[in-house]
């Protein structure tokens, strides 16, 4: 699977952004989900992830309650992400995968280039 994520861009803090995860080739909904940043001089980190069927979701305690994962299967998935904080400011990726820990991003196996979200105070 090809994966391609778009919606990034630069907003004011509070303000909001949807991120979408596109996929050509094999449809999403084999796969489970992640989202995942990677600040400049940091390490990657997890965002959010769903299940294959959507039932089940996964935050990282920074974002819970500011940002919501959904799938849109079989081809899209998105990151809704409101009251934005100067400390989202990253390169956003989503990924896929078959199985293993869905918070932890070694164990994906497909990703996309990256979106660029940028938040000003």
């Known amino acids: 699977v090809q994966l391609q994520a778009s919606g990034g861009g630069l907003v004011q803090a509070g303000g909001s952004l949807r991120l979408a995860c596109v996929a050509s080739?094999?449809?999403?909904?084999?796969?489970?989900m992640g989202w995942f940043r990677q600040a400049p001089g940091k390490e990657r980190e997890f965002v959010a992830a769903i299940t294959r069927s959507g039932s089940t979701t996964y935050y990282s305690d920074s974002v819970k309650g500011r940002f919501t994962i959904s799938r849109d299967n079989p081809k899209k998935v998105y990151l809704q992400m409101n009251s934005l904080k100067p400390e989202d400011t990253a390169v956003y990726y989503c990924?896929?995968?078959?199985?293993?820990?869905?918070?932890?991003?070694?164990?994906?196996?497909?990703w996309g280039q990256g979106t660029e979200v940028t938040v000003s105070s």
């Open positions: 080739g094999r449809a999403l909904s084999d796969y489970y």
């Open positions: 990924a896929a995968d078959y199985s293993g820990n869905p918070t932890v991003w070694r164990d994906y196996n497909y």
